[in-house]
């Protein structure tokens, strides 16, 4: 890389295998050819619901950390933008999330995101939010151009990622954090890429956990044992393959 590579360039080429294992794992697959069974599918909006509200809630902080007025209005608008999709998305299929609680993949990433937010650097936390707007519209953007939306059963989640509104602000977002890396200091951009990594793999591990059903360890009161839906289901599936 030379020094004037853009930020996004060089963090969308460093995540290229994390992207790949992405665009390769079952739980897309499946949504792509419609075989996702729906209570998986309902299992990942579950958890997503929970998501998207802390993701606000970091888009928020954002917010309040940037200092140029066009980036405080532009995450701002994203924070309530999240929580307005959720409601959207989700009011028809999970309804009673909140009876719910997230599972240890979403509230990890959840306490990345506020664990960088706490930090205090803007252009690090900015890093951290972009791998959520970049990776779903890149997967938005594939799935739309592929698949035969009409009579498909996941549509709508489609063509959400794909609106071309969602790529707009997008390329909103990477714009403001190469202009954030441009202007910071060599250390400042390593930590940024740091976030924008580590944000990728949580997107990896989302879905994973989502075609896995992880949830919390469930303990036995009468002998200490834990076993959770996540292990269960793995072992079923290694005694399936012998």
């Known amino acids: 890389m030379t020094d004037s590579s853009l930020f996004t360039d060089e963090a969308w080429a460093a995540?290229?295998?994390?992207?790949?294992?992405?665009?390769?794992?079952?739980?897309?697959g499946s949504l792509r050819s419609g075989s996702l069974p729906r209570t998986t599918f309902l299992e990942y909006l579950t958890q997503d619901s929970h998501y998207l509200i802390g993701y606000a809630r970091a888009l928020a902080s954002c917010a309040a950390q940037a200092v140029e007025g066009d980036e405080i209005a532009f995450w701002a608008s994203s924070a309530r933008d999240a929580v307005v999709v959720e409601r959207a998305l989700h009011a028809n299929f999970v309804p009673d999330a909140g009876a719910t609680d997230p599972s240890p993949t979403c509230a990890a990433y959840l306490s990345f995101l506020f664990a960088v937010s706490g930090q205090g650097s803007y252009p690090v936390l900015a890093a951290a939010l972009l791998p959520c707007f970049w990776i779903y519209q890149d997967v938005g953007r594939r799935l739309t151009a592929e698949v035969q939306v009409t009579g498909h059963p996941y549509a709508e989640w489609i063509a959400t990622y794909g609106d071309p509104e969602f790529a707009l602000?997008?390329?909103?977002?990477?714009?403001?954090?190469?202009?954030?890396?441009?202007?910071?200091?060599v250390g400042?951009?390593?930590?940024?890429h740091a976030a924008f990594r580590d944000a990728a793999r949580y997107e990896w591990m989302f879905f994973d956990a989502a075609w896995r059903g992880e949830a919390w360890p469930l303990f036995e009161p009468a002998n200490g044992s834990a076993t959770s839906t996540a292990t269960r289901k793995d072992t079923s599936e290694a005694d399936n393959h012998g």
């Open 169 to 185: 602000a997008t390329s909103l977002a990477k714009s403001i954090v190469d202009g954030l890396a441009e202007a910071g200091s």
């Open 188 to 192: 400042l951009r390593r930590r940024m």
């Open 15 to 28: 995540t290229a295998e994390i992207r790949a294992a992405i665009d390769q794992h079952p739980f897309l």
